[in-house]
C-alpha cells in the first residue's frame, strides 16, 4: 500500500515538473516601453522590450521583427529593430492620434522564437507633424502579418505556451489515472 502511495506521489510531482517546464523555455517579455495600455505623446517615441534573457543577435537588423500599426492595421514608420543583450528596441513616428499595436518577434539566445504584441495610445497635443525623413525607415520586409482587428495584447507567444500547458496537463492527468488504475487492481488483490 506504502508503494501505491509513493508511486502516485511521484506521478504528480513528475506532472506537476512537465508543467511547469514550458513557462522556463522561452525568453518571456517582461517590460516594454511604452507600456501596455500607457498614453503617449505624438512624435518619435522610443520603443523598447525588455526580455528575462539574453536575445541572439546576428547583425544586420536579422534574427528579429517589428511591426508597428494603427487601429485600421496601417503600418506607422520604424526604425528596424536592434537586439542587444535583453533588449530589443526601435524607434516609431506617429503624429496621428489613436491606438498602435506593435507587433513583434525575436529569437532567445537559446534559440527558441519568442513572439507577441502590445497596444498603447498616441495623442498629438504638440502639433507633431511626420517630416519626410522623420526616421530612418526599416528597410527589410516584415514577415509579420498585422493583427486581426479583435487581437488582444498577447505575452511571449501565449499560444506556443498554451500548447506545452496543455500537454503537460494531459500527463498529469493520464499519469494520475494511471496510477488510480494500480492503485485499485493492487487493492482489489490484496482484499482477496
Known amino acids: 500500500m506504502k508503494s501505491i502511495l509513493k508511486l502516485i506521489a511521484g506521478v504528480l510531482l513528475l506532472g506537476s515538473f512537465s508543467m511547469a517546464s514550458p513557462a522556463l523555455a522561452h525568453s518571456d517579455e517582461v517590460e516594454t516601453q511604452p507600456s501596455s495600455g500607457e498614453t503617449v505623446e505624438a512624435g518619435i517615441i522610443d520603443l523598447k522590450l525588455t526580455f528575462v534573457e539574453d536575445l541572439l543577435e546576428l547583425g544586420q537588423n536579422e534574427g528579429s521583427e517589428l511591426l508597428v500599426t494603427n487601429e485600421n492595421g496601417a503600418p506607422a514608420l520604424f526604425t528596424c529593430p536592434v537586439a542587444d543583450k535583453n533588449v530589443l528596441s526601435a524607434k516609431t513616428a506617429i503624429a496621428d492620434p489613436g ?10 539566445l537559446d534559440g527558441h522564437p519568442v513572439e507577441g504584441s502590445y497596444s498603447f495610445k498616441v495623442t498629438n497635443n504638440n502639433g507633431f507633424a511626420l517630416a519626410p525623413n522623420s526616421i530612418q525607415q526599416c528597410e527589410y520586409i516584415s514577415l509579420i502579418a498585422p493583427p486581426p482587428a479583435s487581437q488582444s495584447d498577447t505575452n511571449g507567444g501565449g499560444s506556443d505556451q498554451s500548447v506545452f500547458w496543455m500537454i503537460g496537463l494531459g500527463l498529469f492527468i493520464g499519469g494520475a489515472i494511471v496510477a488510480l488504475v494500480i492503485f485499485l487492481i493492487a487493492k482489489n488483490r490484496s482484499g482477496n
Open 99 to 108: 491606438e498602435y499595436t506593435v507587433i513583434w518577434r525575436t529569437v532567445s
